[in-house]
C-alpha cells in the first residue's frame, strides 16, 4: 500500500512563474512532513519541511502548505528559476519513535526559460 | 563542512557475488539510515541505527542483506548471493540527535548493477 502519493510524475513551468507541486497521503500518524529535491546522479537534498501542528511554513522562494483534512501537502516556488529544474520528492515521518521516511515516487519539475 | 559520503559511487558484480556498500556519515550525526531506491521511484528505507545499536531494520527485503556501524559511526551495507532485482540506488543518510526535528542529509548513493 502507497502511503504517500505524487500523482503527477512530471510538470512544466514557465521560469518566473509559480510552480505548485503536490503529495497526498493516507496515514494521520505523521509528525513531520518534507520536500527534498534530486538532481541527477545526486543524492536528495533537503529543502523544507513541516510539523503536523502547522498549516503553513515558509523559506525563501519555498513554501509548504499542509492540509490535515484532506491529507494533502504542497509546495509552492516563487518565482521558479532555472535552477530549480529537479525531481522533488515529497516525504512524511510517523510520529511514534520510527525514524524513517516514506517518500513520494517523485515529480520532475522542468523551468522553462 | 563535508557531508555524508558512499563509496564506491558505481559497483558493478555478477549475479551471486557478495558487495559491500560503505557510508561515511556527517561527523558527530548519530543516527544513520540506509535506502534503496528503484528506477523512477523514491527511496525506500531499510535500517536505521542510532550510534551503534541497530534500532530497526524492518526494510531488508531479505536475511541476503545485511547491515552494521561497529563503532556508531561508518557504515557498511552487505549484500549476499547477490541477485539481479538488487540492482539499484543505495543511498546513506544522517542525522543530528538534537532537541526537535532533524532532517536527515544524504549522500550521493552507490548505483548497484549485477549483470
Known amino acids: 500500500d502507497q502511503q504517500v502519493k505524487q500523482n503527477s510524475p512530471s510538470l512544466s513551468v514557465q521560469e518566473g512563474r509559480i510552480s505548485i507541486l503536490n503529495c497526498d497521503y493516507t496515514n494521520s500518524m505523521f509528525d513531520y512532513f518534507l520536500w527534498y529535491k534530486k538532481y541527477p546522479a545526486e543524492g536528495p537534498t533537503f529543502l523544507i519541511s513541516i510539523s503536523s501542528i502547522k498549516d503553513k511554513n515558509e523559506d525563501g522562494r519555498f513554501t509548504v502548505f499542509l492540509n490535515k483534512s484532506a491529507k494533502h501537502l504542497s509546495l509552492h516556488i516563487v518565482p521558479s528559476q532555472p535552477g530549480d529544474s529537479a525531481v522533488y520528492f515529497c516525504?512524511?515521518?510517523?510520529?511514534?519513535?520510527?525514524?524513517?521516511?516514506?517518500f513520494g515516487q517523485g515529480t520532475r519539475l522542468t523551468i522553462n526559460p | 563542512g563535508a557531508g555524508v559520503s558512499q563509496s564506491p559511487r558505481y559497483k558493478v558484480a555478477k549475479r551471486g557475488q557478495d558487495v559491500a556498500l560503505r557510508c561515511d556519515p556527517i561527523s558527530g550525526h548519530v543516527s544513520l539510515f540506509w535506502y534503496q531506491q528503484a528506477l523512477g521511484q523514491g527511496p525506500e528505507f531499510l535500517t536505521y541505527f542510532q550510534n551503534e545499536a541497530q534500532l530497526d531494520k524492518s526494510g531488508l527485503p531479505s536475511d541476503r542483506f545485511f547491515a552494521e556501524r561497529p563503532e556508531g559511526s561508518v557504515s557498511t551495507l552487505k549484500i549476499q548471493r547477490t541477485q539481479q532485482e538488487d540492482s539499484a540506488v543505495y543511498l546513506c543518510?544522517?542525522?543530528?540527535?538534537?532537541?526537535?526535528?532533524?532532517?536527515?542529509?544524504f549522500g550521493d548513493g552507490t548505483r548497484l548493477s549485477i549483470l
Open positions: 516525504a512524511v515521518r510517523h510520529f511514534q519513535g520510527a525514524q524513517k521516511l516514506v
Open positions: 543518510a544522517s542525522s543530528d540527535l538534537g532537541l526537535g526535528f532533524q532532517p536527515q542529509h
